[in-house]
């Protein structure tokens, strides 16, 4: 077999997908390894688990071990945040001798060209974190730390179970406006009061990275037409929103006609308040804006990507 053009890497938190393609975008393998943490198990033990997936398509396509396999490596992965992260990664997958060239940026890119009909536009993922990117028509980009608070960000799934504990908390005792989220998150966790709920996170006996789980929730209650849970849905659709004008006016793009790919679990369920309140603010500031929800996979971004880059050259 001649070698491919493109071999491309979707690394994210939870999973990575690696997949080979020919330069007309034919995907000839793709699998799927472990989660992408460089910042648990180092930037050499996450390329490693990246290499799993080269060996599986190697294997799989009966390739030897110690040839490259494309052209180009386009690796988009988690911990791509700064330029010093950038560096370190592109060392690395560079040092594995996998393609001819190296790019290395972060997944959230993947994720946005999974959804353009072209190489350029916005991307905000939401689903375990809230992050944002972007690419002109010139080739300028957009982008943030997504550090958390750390970096001014709010939002996500723990994000938005975090303030509905905070919200069922103060109902409960009295610095808060009522709630049917007081009863309601209590319930979840197998509580009788939010005052009990509390003392089992305090304690250890609820891990309180579970916050993330109550995002469904939330909308439930806000469904109802409860005013604190609509107030949080309202919050998360100004989050997404600023993230994405951010973005947008950086690039000079507010009055364009420009993809903005949402992506990330919150986000591509698709609730309907939530969707309506995007839609609604994208109406007022950016009406021009083409909203679309992903449905293609991040690994898909990567492949194009990877063929944008090679048809730069």
Same mark, same amino acid.
């Given at each position: 077999?001649?070698?491919?053009?493109?071999?491309?890497?979707?690394?994210?938190?939870?999973?990575?997908?690696?997949?080979?393609?020919?330069?007309?975008?034919?995907?000839?393998? $793709?699998?799927?390894?472990?989660?992408?943490?460089?910042?648990?198990?180092?930037?050499?033990?996450?390329?490693?688990?990246?290499?799993?997936?080269?060996?599986?398509?190697?294997?799989?396509?009966?390739?030897?071990?110690?040839?490259?396999?494309?052209? !180009?490596?386009?690796?988009?992965?988690?911990?791509?945040? *700064?330029?010093?992260?950038?560096?370190?990664?592109?060392?690395?997958?560079?040092?594995?001798?996998?393609?001819?060239?190296?790019?290395?940026?972060?997944?959230?890119? #993947?994720?946005?060209?999974?959804?353009?009909?072209?190489? +350029?536009?916005?991307?905000?993922?939401?689903?375990?974190?809230?992050?944002?990117?972007?690419?002109?028509?010139?080739?300028?980009?957009?982008?943030?730390?997504?550090?958390?608070? /750390?970096?001014?960000? +709010?939002?996500?799934?723990?994000? !938005?179970?975090?303030?509905?504990? +905070?919200?069922?908390?103060?109902?409960?005792?009295?610095?808060?406006?009522?709630?049917? !989220?007081?009863?309601?998150?209590?319930?979840?966790?197998? $509580?009788?009061?939010?005052?009990?709920?509390?003392?089992?996170?305090? *304690?250890?006996?609820?891990? &309180?990275?579970?916050?993330?789980?109550?995002?469904?929730?939330? *909308? &439930?209650?806000?469904?109802?037409? =409860?005013?604190?849970?609509?107030?949080?849905?309202?919050?998360?659709?100004?989050?997404? $929103?600023? +993230? #994405?004008?951010?973005?947008?006016?950086? !690039? =000079?793009?507010?009055?364009? &006609?420009?993809?903005?790919? /949402?992506?990330?679990?919150?986000?591509?369920?698709?609730?309907?308040?939530?969707?309506?309140?995007?839609?609604?603010?994208?109406?007022?500031?950016?009406?021009?804006?083409?909203?679309?929800?992903?449905? &293609?996979?991040?690994?898909?971004?990567?492949? /194009?990507?990877? /063929?944008?880059?090679?048809?730069?050259?």
């Amino acid at each position: 077999m001649s070698r491919a053009a493109v071999l491309a890497i979707d690394g994210g938190n939870s999973k990575t997908e690696v997949a080979l393609a020919t330069a007309d975008g034919t995907v000839l393998a $793709c699998v799927q390894v472990g989660g992408f943490t460089p910042h648990l198990d180092g930037v050499g033990g996450a390329v490693s688990v990246a290499a799993a997936g080269v060996a599986l398509i190697r294997a799989e396509l009966g390739l030897a071990a110690d040839e490259p396999l494309a052209e !180009l490596l386009a690796a988009y992965v988690a911990g791509a945040d *700064f330029p010093v992260e950038v560096e370190a990664l592109s060392a690395e997958f560079a040092g594995r001798g996998w393609a001819e060239r190296t790019v290395v940026d972060n997944d959230s890119f #993947a994720l946005m060209r999974s959804g353009t009909s072209r190489p +350029w536009g916005v991307a905000v993922v939401c689903g375990a974190g809230i992050n944002c990117v972007g690419i002109a028509p010139d080739g300028r980009h957009a982008r943030f730390p997504a550090l958390g608070t /750390l970096s001014g960000d +709010w939002g996500g799934g723990p994000g !938005l179970g975090e303030t509905a504990h +905070w919200y069922a908390v103060r109902a409960e005792d009295g610095r808060g406006a009522p709630t049917v !989220l007081r009863k309601a998150v209590a319930e979840y966790f197998g $509580c009788a009061s939010m005052a009990e709920l509390v003392e089992a996170i305090h *304690f250890g006996r609820i891990a &309180e990275d579970r916050f993330g789980e109550l995002a469904p929730l939330v *909308f &439930e209650v806000a469904g109802l037409g =409860d005013e604190v849970a609509l107030s949080i849905v309202e919050r998360l659709a100004d989050e997404v $929103c600023a +993230w #994405a004008f951010a973005a947008m006016g950086r !690039l =000079d793009l507010m009055d364009a &006609e420009v993809e903005v790919v /949402l992506g990330g679990g919150v986000l591509r369920a698709r609730q309907p308040l939530l969707t309506a309140g995007i839609q609604r603010r994208f109406a007022e500031r950016a009406p021009r804006a083409v909203l679309t929800v992903a449905t &293609e996979r991040p690994i898909h971004g990567a492949v /194009l990507l990877g /063929l944008d880059e090679l048809a730069r050259r």
